[in-house]
């Protein structure tokens, strides 16, 4: 399992197709990759496991996402005013 998602991450090329969002608009596919590579991230740090397995949820809300949406959410997270539950 871990050598196929470190295939696609080293293959990743853009976003693929997401069943959860069929629609144009992908404003809802790139909040959630980027809640799902934080809480990814925070369980695999809690386990010990290896928090690379996390990377290709990054890859996805930053191929989809504007840079000023994440700088931004970036800042709410440290500020610790973010609205997401992680």
Known sequence: MAEDIKTKIKNY????????????????????????????????????GDVSMCEWHQRVYKSLCPVSWVSSWDDHWAEGTFPGKI
Not at 26 to 39: A, I, K, P, S
Request: charged content about 25%; overall charge positive; aromatic content about 16%.
């Open 13 to 48: 090329k853009t976003a693929p197709f997401d069943n959860r969002f069929p629609n144009q608009n992908q404003t809802r596919n790139c909040w959630q990759n980027y809640l799902d590579f934080y809480r990814c991230e925070k369980a695999m740090a809690a386990k010990g």
